[in-house]
Protein backbone atom coordinates (compact mmCIF):
# COMPACT_ATOMS: atom_id res chain seq x y z
CA UNK A 1 0.00 0.00 0.00
CA UNK A 2 1.30 3.13 -0.77
CA UNK A 3 0.83 7.12 0.33
CA UNK A 4 -2.07 8.43 -1.58
CA UNK A 5 -0.79 11.67 -3.54
CA UNK A 6 -2.95 14.59 -2.63
CA UNK A 7 -3.02 18.19 -3.08
CA UNK A 8 -0.43 20.25 -1.29
CA UNK A 9 1.27 23.37 -0.96
CA UNK A 10 5.16 23.98 -0.88
CA UNK A 11 6.68 26.03 2.13
CA UNK A 12 9.71 28.30 1.33
CA UNK A 13 11.96 25.29 2.37
CA UNK A 14 10.87 23.02 -0.81
CA UNK A 15 8.96 20.67 1.60
CA UNK A 16 5.22 20.09 0.61
CA UNK A 17 2.50 20.71 3.22
CA UNK A 18 -0.11 17.90 3.05
CA UNK A 19 -3.86 19.64 3.35
CA UNK A 20 -5.84 18.76 6.43
CA UNK A 21 -8.30 15.99 6.15
CA UNK A 22 -6.55 14.60 2.89
CA UNK A 23 -6.52 11.36 2.45
CA UNK A 24 -3.58 9.99 4.15
CA UNK A 25 -3.50 6.10 2.37
CA UNK A 26 -4.78 4.85 -1.27
CA UNK A 27 -6.75 2.16 -0.55
CA UNK A 28 -7.60 -0.39 -2.90
CA UNK A 29 -11.61 -1.87 -2.73
CA UNK A 30 -12.27 -5.29 -3.41
CA UNK A 31 -13.99 -6.81 -6.17
CA UNK A 32 -17.22 -7.62 -3.73
CA UNK A 33 -17.70 -7.31 -0.17
CA UNK A 34 -19.30 -9.78 1.96
CA UNK A 35 -22.57 -9.26 2.80
CA UNK A 36 -22.20 -8.41 6.72
CA UNK A 37 -18.80 -6.11 5.64
CA UNK A 38 -21.76 -4.16 3.13
CA UNK A 39 -23.50 -3.66 5.90
CA UNK A 40 -20.65 -2.43 7.85
CA UNK A 41 -19.91 0.09 5.06
CA UNK A 42 -22.72 1.52 5.49
CA UNK A 43 -22.38 1.63 9.13
CA UNK A 44 -18.76 3.09 8.96
CA UNK A 45 -19.84 5.92 6.24
CA UNK A 46 -22.40 6.49 8.75
CA UNK A 47 -20.23 6.65 12.12
CA UNK A 48 -16.79 6.65 11.23
CA UNK A 49 -15.76 8.03 7.90
CA UNK A 50 -15.99 11.92 8.89
CA UNK A 51 -13.27 11.15 11.09
CA UNK A 52 -10.88 8.33 9.74
CA UNK A 53 -12.40 9.30 6.09
CA UNK A 54 -13.61 8.02 3.11
CA UNK A 55 -12.67 3.72 3.32
CA UNK A 56 -10.87 3.99 6.18
CA UNK A 57 -7.99 5.92 4.56
CA UNK A 58 -7.56 8.70 7.23
CA UNK A 59 -7.74 12.00 7.05
CA UNK A 60 -4.67 14.19 7.33
CA UNK A 61 -4.90 16.20 10.22
CA UNK A 62 -8.05 14.42 11.81
CA UNK A 63 -7.52 11.04 12.24
CA UNK A 64 -5.52 8.29 11.05
CA UNK A 65 -5.95 5.00 8.09
CA UNK A 66 -7.55 1.83 9.44
CA UNK A 67 -6.25 0.32 6.28
CA UNK A 68 -2.84 0.35 7.87
CA UNK A 69 -0.30 -2.11 8.83
CA UNK A 70 -0.38 -0.87 12.33
CA UNK A 71 -3.96 -2.40 12.50
CA UNK A 72 -3.44 -5.63 11.16
CA UNK A 73 -5.03 -8.13 13.24
CA UNK A 74 -2.15 -9.63 15.02
CA UNK A 75 -1.53 -6.19 16.61
CA UNK A 76 -5.18 -4.67 17.08
CA UNK A 77 -7.29 -7.25 17.12
CA UNK A 78 -10.74 -7.20 16.45
CA UNK A 79 -11.26 -6.81 19.95
CA UNK A 80 -9.13 -3.33 20.10
CA UNK A 81 -11.80 -2.35 17.80
CA UNK A 82 -15.01 -3.08 19.77
CA UNK A 83 -13.15 -1.07 22.38
CA UNK A 84 -12.19 1.65 20.75
CA UNK A 85 -15.67 2.38 19.60
CA UNK A 86 -17.39 1.70 22.84
CA UNK A 87 -15.18 3.79 25.72
CA UNK A 88 -12.83 5.58 23.10
CA UNK A 89 -8.98 4.97 23.37
CA UNK A 90 -6.28 6.93 24.59
CA UNK A 91 -3.85 7.87 21.91
CA UNK A 92 -0.63 6.01 21.21
CA UNK A 93 0.37 5.63 17.57
CA UNK A 94 -0.57 8.66 16.15
CA UNK A 95 -0.53 12.18 17.24
CA UNK A 96 -4.18 13.05 16.65
CA UNK A 97 -5.33 12.95 19.90
CA UNK A 98 -7.20 10.18 21.75
CA UNK A 99 -10.26 8.92 20.31
CA UNK A 100 -13.60 9.64 22.04
CA UNK A 101 -16.48 6.86 21.96
CA UNK A 102 -18.61 6.59 19.23
CA UNK A 103 -22.27 7.47 19.59
CA UNK A 104 -25.13 5.18 19.58
CA UNK A 105 -23.07 2.11 18.17
CA UNK A 106 -24.31 -1.45 18.44
CA UNK A 107 -22.13 -4.39 18.90
CA UNK A 108 -23.36 -5.47 15.92
CA UNK A 109 -22.60 -2.81 14.00
CA UNK A 110 -18.88 -2.53 15.27
CA UNK A 111 -18.78 -6.02 14.38
CA UNK A 112 -19.61 -5.67 10.47
CA UNK A 113 -17.38 -2.43 10.61
CA UNK A 114 -14.42 -4.47 11.90
CA UNK A 115 -15.42 -7.20 9.32
CA UNK A 116 -15.62 -3.96 6.46
CA UNK A 117 -12.30 -2.90 7.73
CA UNK A 118 -10.52 -6.56 7.55
CA UNK A 119 -11.99 -7.09 4.28
CA UNK A 120 -10.25 -3.55 3.05
CA UNK A 121 -7.00 -4.25 4.55
CA UNK A 122 -6.66 -7.73 2.81
CA UNK A 123 -7.42 -6.64 -0.30
CA UNK A 124 -4.67 -3.83 0.41
CA UNK A 125 -2.16 -6.85 1.69
CA UNK A 126 -2.46 -6.29 5.23
CA UNK A 127 -3.12 -9.85 7.00
Not at 38 to 52: I, N, S, V, Y
Not at 60 to 75: C, F, R, S
Not at 80 to 105: C, D, N, Q, Y
Request: glycine share 12%; aromatic share 4%.
Amino acid sequence: MSQARVPSERISDGQELIAGGAPMVEVRLPAELSADAQHGRTAFDAKCAGCHGTHAAGQQGVAPPLVHKIYEPGHHGDMAFLLAAKTGVRAHHWSFGSMPPVEGISDTEIARVTLYIRELQRENGIR
